[in-house]
Every structure is written in C-alpha cells, then in structure tokens.
C-alpha cells in the first residue's frame, strides 16, 4: 500500500524565530492585530511504501528523526492519510 | 609535508580559496570529491563554505550523508585535525560532530563583513598559533550563522573553554548578544572536547592573502604545522 504522509516541522518552542516575528509585523502593519505567536515551518508531504498506515508511520518518524527535522532546533508532527 | 585534504561537495565555493590557504603555509593540500570514500592519507581534513546541496532543508542537512562523510567521521574520531569552515560548520552540527546548530540570521538578512573575534581557545588544532584573548578580524557571509543550544549544552561549552572564537566590539569588549547574527553567548566557533574538530562561522580562508589585506585568519591554517608538537594529554 502506498500512504501519503504529511509532515510539519516547527521551530522549536523557544527557540527566536525572525521569519515568525517578521511575518507578524507584516499582518500586524496589515491590521490584522488579532495575529500572535506566528511561527514558521515547513510541510512536507511524501508516499510511503508500507503494509499498513501504522507502519507508514513508524516510518515517517524514522525519517524525521534521522534527516527531515533537525533535534536541535524543530519539532515534528505528522499525520498518515487514510 | 603535511597533507591536507579540503572536501569538495555540490555547491561548495571557498573551496579554491581553502586549498590555496593551506598551502600557502606550505602543506600539501588536494581536493577530495564528496562522493569519495577514501581521505587519501590525509594528516588534516577541511570543510570548505559554499552552499552545499543548495542549503536545501537545512544548511548542511544532505551533505552530511555524503559517502566522504564516513572517512571523515572517522578521520576525526581518531584524532585527525578537522575544521569546518561556514558551511562546513553548518555540516559539522547536523552531523552531530559538533553541538547545536546553525538558524537563520536574526534580522533574516545575508551578513557579508569584516567582524572582530577574540580568540579564547588556543589549545586546538586551528588555534594553537594564536596568544589566548587575541582580537583578529575577519569576513562572515552567510545567511544561517545563528549559533543554537540548548542551555546545559551551552553551559558545558562554557564550562569545558570550548568556545574558539566570539563575536566582540571592535575595542574588544563583549558584543553582548550584538553580534553578526543572534548567536547564543555571541559563539562564532566551538571545538570538541579534544580540541582536534573546530568550527566557525567566520572565514579563516578569506583573511589568509597577504596581498588581499590582513591576513589574521592564516594562524588557522598554521596552526594545523604545530598541532602535533602540543601536548594532547594536557586537555
């Protein structure tokens, strides 16, 4: 079975983050002042082989872990379309 | 005469620059391709800056999977001199060969200049040619040098001297987080506890030509000469 992943990947919490602080101006400057906590990511959808949408996403986070999300500074969710 | 092997990967562009500095100090230095597997009876390994893989997903993320990066890992873990430059700083982290990580500047621009450093570890590799607390300046450029970690990594940076150079006034007095790009405790470079693996943000390979202006970043190059003649055990 083939499974489509979608992974986001965050800034860690705490961590400064300008293109987040940037983009909050920008809709701030908009007057969109009901905007807060912006913080900016990446998303990253890919297929993945696997027997079952758990295996998929056992996989995934194989994936996160070694190479897609950085330990140091970011955080990962993901979620397996069923 | 000493051999150096500077990497060379996809998008690398202080690769010349590199080469020509460490045998401008007169050690036998060659290039090595990243998809290599073999430092050729290398006695020192160089990452060049540049912008490997493009920076894509993160600045050194897919570089430090390339085939090289198994001799260089093990080059390092037998004591091998190895200094990572810019991006290879940047390759150095993801690789878990140094601590923290490197994140996008903190006003978001790309810093290309002449800052001042004070050299505050000279027990290493690419240090031993400086005196202790020596202010030198020379070039940034990069978009992703905001040096992260988290607090008891950077307390045990602190504690064990293992911040090479930091950003500072020109007069010398602490920047006090008005550094270059946000870094914590204003860190331009750090090195692993036996001093044999630095890294930097600042470009040692840029301010290392007498005749392109100061050339207070060749001590790096030097230093890698006079390393052996160190007392290793003293750390």
């Keep these: ?63 996160c872990e070694k190479l897609l999300a950085n330990p140091v500074t970011e955080d990962y969710s993901l979620e397996v379309e069923t | 005469m000493l051999r150096v092997a500077v990497v060379r990967f996809p998008g690398s562009n202080c690769d010349l620059d590199t080469l020509r500095s460490a045998q401008r100090v007169g050690t036998e230095a060659y290039f090595v391709w990243h998809r290599d597997t073999d430092l050729k009876g290398a006695d020192c390994v160089l990452l060049p800056g540049g912008f490997s893989y493009g920076d894509y997903l993160r600045s050194g993320a897919i570089a430090r999977f390339s085939p090289i990066m198994n001799a260089v890992q093990r080059h390092a873990e037998g004591g091998g001199p190895l200094l990572g430059i810019c991006n290879g700083f940047q390759i150095l982290c993801e690789a878990g060969m140094l601590p923290g990580a490197l994140m996008r500047n903190v006003r978001l621009s790309f810093v290309s200049r002449p800052v001042s450093l004070r050299v505050e570890q000279t027990d290493t590799a690419f240090t031993n040619q400086y005196e202790e607390n020596a202010l030198i300046r020379m070039p940034v450029a990069h978009g992703d040098g905001r040096y992260v970690a988290d607090p008891e990594t950077l307390r045990r940076l602190e504690a064990e001297r293992r911040i090479v150079v930091r950003y500072v006034r020109p007069d010398g007095a602490s920047a006090d987080g008005e550094n270059p790009n946000g870094s914590l405790n204003d860190i331009a470079g750090i090195c692993n506890g036996a001093g044999n693996v630095v890294g930097l943000m600042p470009h040692p390979d840029r301010a290392s030509d007498p005749a392109l202006g100061p050339a207070q970043g060749a001590g790096f190059f030097q230093s890698m000469l006079t390393w052996d003649h160190i007392a290793k055990g003293a750390r």
């Design chain 1, 1 to 63: 079975m083939s499974y489509r992943v979608h992974v986001r990947v965050v800034p860690r919490a705490g961590l400064l983050d300008p293109q987040g602080q940037a983009v909050e101006h920008a809709l701030s400057a908009l007057g969109f002042r009901e905007a807060g906590s912006v913080r900016i990511g990446k998303a990253i959808e890919l297929e993945v082989q696997a027997r079952s949408a758990e295996e998929a996403e056992q996989a995934a986070r194989r994936m």
